[in-house]
């Protein structure tokens, strides 16, 4: 029986490497470029005639992405793949799930629809979920979600000194709260109030009962980082020490990486999304996904 193939988008290619050892498929060669006007070549070096086939691609930076993605999907069929899946660390356009104004496109159920006429199943790691109960209410192939929370704790028992856990908001006091037990540490949450993508003003709850430890800001995405370097900065007038700051997303929009370590913020992140951040590796719990995902071998 020919195994299933795995083929890496570009800038996937080590994640892919991972997958492909771990789970026993073969990596792929794709071949893509752009014409000088833009547009894009797509070449399978490695041919998916009647074969089960993966296709990894984190969609930070979406919109250059999505429709090389589509074109490799789309081809992998012409040339006769059985079934075609999305691995995808990070799945982008979760963002707006509902039409705030009048007027407004709902993208995350537009995307949704994109990627469910392109792929028989996706994979990805902590969607951000808000008003969805889960991927199911707008994807329809199924899905599965791989949690990176105890990935965190793991990293901070055996990283961090006396930690002290701090949330982003109230709505992020469950899973925080799940990563401070698996950590064995206490947990806070932030007061927070966003006023516009760029413009978030932060309250601290009294910490006073946690003097002494070190502060560990987590949140699901680090984009414009607004509520991360706020945070950072009421800490550090209130006297606490430099902070360790993790995402499981880090998409550093306006250089909020640079920021966060000026002010003398430890930044770390999964590698659902490629950056010299990364320290926690989601590779072994996609494989697991991967391989536990039957749809792949039939």
Same mark, same amino acid.
């Given at each position: 029986?020919?195994?299933?193939?795995?083929?890496?988008? @570009?800038?996937?290619?080590?994640? +892919?490497?991972?997958? +492909?050892?771990?789970?026993?498929?073969?990596?792929?060669?794709?071949?893509?470029?752009?014409?000088?006007?833009?547009?894009?070549?797509?070449?399978?070096?490695?041919?998916?005639?009647?074969?089960?086939?993966?296709?990894?691609?984190?969609?930070?930076?979406?919109?250059?992405?999505?429709?090389?993605?589509?074109?490799?999907?789309?081809?992998?069929?012409?040339?006769?793949?059985?079934?075609?899946?999305?691995?995808?660390?990070?799945?982008?356009?979760?963002?707006?799930?509902?039409?705030?104004? $009048?007027?407004?496109?709902?993208?995350?159920?537009?995307?949704?629809?994109?990627?469910?006429?392109?792929?028989?199943?996706?994979?990805?790691?902590?969607?951000?979920?808000?008003?969805?109960?889960?991927?199911?209410?707008?994807?329809?192939?199924?899905?599965?979600?791989?949690?990176?929370?105890?990935?965190?704790?793991?990293?901070?028992?055996?990283?961090?000194?006396?930690?002290?856990?701090?949330?982003?908001?109230?709505?992020?006091?469950?899973?925080?709260?799940?990563?401070?037990?698996?950590?064995?540490? $206490?947990?806070?949450?932030?007061?927070?109030?966003?006023?516009?993508?760029?413009?978030?003003?932060?309250?601290?709850?009294?910490?006073?009962?946690?003097?002494?430890?070190?502060?560990?800001?987590?949140?699901?995405?680090?984009?414009?980082?607004?509520?991360?370097?706020?945070?950072?900065?009421?800490?550090?007038?209130?006297?606490?020490?430099? $902070?360790?700051?993790?995402?499981?997303?880090?998409?550093?929009?306006?250089?909020?990486?640079?920021?966060?370590?000026?002010?003398?913020?430890?930044?770390?992140?999964?590698?659902?999304? @490629?950056?010299?951040?990364?320290?926690?590796?989601?590779?072994?719990?996609?494989?697991? +996904?991967?391989?536990?995902?039957?749809?792949?071998?039939?």
């Amino acid at each position: 029986m020919t195994s299933p193939l795995l083929v890496a988008m @570009p800038g996937n290619e080590r994640l +892919a490497m991972e997958l +492909a050892e771990a789970v026993g498929f073969e990596l792929g060669g794709l071949e893509t470029r752009q014409f000088p006007d833009g547009e894009t070549y797509l070449r399978f070096v490695t041919t998916p005639k009647g074969r089960s086939v993966a296709i990894i691609c984190t969609l930070a930076h979406p919109n250059e992405k999505i429709l090389p993605l589509i074109f490799s999907a789309a081809t992998a069929r012409e040339l006769g793949a059985s079934k075609v899946g999305l691995i995808s660390p990070y799945l982008a356009y979760m963002r707006q799930d509902r039409r705030f104004k $009048p007027g407004e496109a709902v993208t995350s159920r537009q995307v949704a629809h994109l990627l469910s006429d392109a792929f028989d199943w996706l994979i990805t790691v902590d969607p951000h979920l808000h008003r969805y109960g889960s991927l199911s209410e707008i994807y329809r192939i199924p899905t599965r979600v791989v949690h990176a929370a105890p990935l965190i704790s793991q990293w901070v028992k055996s990283k961090v000194t006396n930690p002290l856990i701090i949330g982003p908001d109230s709505e992020s006091e469950q899973w925080v709260a799940a990563v401070a037990k698996d950590a064995g540490a $206490p947990f806070s949450v932030l007061e927070k109030v966003r006023r516009g993508d760029r413009d978030v003003e932060i309250k601290l709850k009294n910490l006073d009962a946690w003097t002494g430890r070190t502060p560990v800001l987590v949140d699901d995405i680090i984009s414009t980082g607004r509520t991360m370097i706020e945070a950072v900065r009421l800490l550090k007038s209130h006297g606490w020490a430099p $902070p360790v700051c993790i995402a499981v997303h880090g998409l550093f929009a306006d250089n909020s990486d640079v920021f966060l370590a000026q002010l003398g913020a430890q930044v770390v992140t999964s590698n659902s999304v @490629p950056h010299g951040t990364n320290d926690i590796g989601v590779g072994k719990m996609l494989a697991g +996904a991967l391989s536990e995902f039957s749809t792949i071998s039939s």
